[in-house]
T-cell receptor, first 113, second 110 residues
């Protein structure tokens, strides 16, 4: 069974540029998460989807971050414009059930210069 | 919302010794407590989990204990090996709202 796939793995951009990350969850997993992981820190929730509905986006900085999950499968996380402080790893995870295991992708490492 | 605290932030042990990592959580409604291991450049991977109706769970060299009254849970690794070196995260889940601790960097010295 294929795992959670994220792309790109690495992205280097200059500040004020836009960037987008893509996530393909494990087939059949209804719940999809985007987490932000700063160096030396634990994952922090940005947004959680149940199917195509964003059920928790309270931690998403909506002035510059946006996300979508069309058709309840793949998801895209966008930052526009990027700031220096956005440099981090963006992790996508999916889960098959409530209060169940999260399966993580390898992450997308963003460096903003 | 849920708040998870984890300590220590770093832990160094000699190969063969035991390692213990502790976490506390704030939301009494949380009912699922997983532990993840993250190696450099990879995403976190589940190593063991426990649900709120169980006090202890063991899988070979790894065990987790849960005290719901005190709202804390611990990871125990026995007979540590160099390949156990990684960052470990605890988490607490309430109805799909999964929150993580800040992580513990474990180093096992050969």
């Amino acid at each position: 069974e294929a795992g959670v796939v994220q792309s790109p793995r690495y992205k280097i951009i200059e500040k004020k540029q836009p960037v987008a990350f893509w996530c393909n969850p494990i087939s059949g997993h209804n719940t999809l998460y985007w987490y932000l992981q700063n160096l030396g820190q634990g994952p922090e929730l940005l947004i959680r989807y149940e199917n195509e509905e964003a059920v928790d986006d309270s931690q998403l900085p909506k002035d510059r971050f946006s996300a979508e999950r069309l058709k309840g499968v793949d998801s895209t996380l966008k930052i526009q414009p990027a700031e220096l402080g956005d440099s981090a790893v963006y992790l996508c995870a999916s889960s098959p059930s409530r209060a169940g295991e999260l399966f993580f992708g390898e992450g997308s490492r963003l460096t903003v210069l | 919302g849920e708040n998870v605290e984890q300590h220590p932030s770093t832990l160094s042990v000699q190969e063969g010794d035991s390692a213990v990592i502790k976490c506390t959580y704030s939301d009494s409604a949380s009912n699922y407590f997983p532990w993840y291991k993250q190696e450099l450049g990879k995403g976190p991977q589940l190593i063991i989990d426990i649900r709120s109706n169980v006090g202890e769970k063991k899988d070979q060299r790894i065990a987790v204990t849960l005290n719901k009254t005190a709202k804390h849970f611990s990871l125990h690794i026995t007979e540590t090996q160099p390949e156990d070196s990684a960052v470990y995260f605890c988490a607490a889940n309430n109805n799909n709202d999964m929150r993580f601790g800040a992580g513990t960097r474990l180093t096992v010295k050969p």
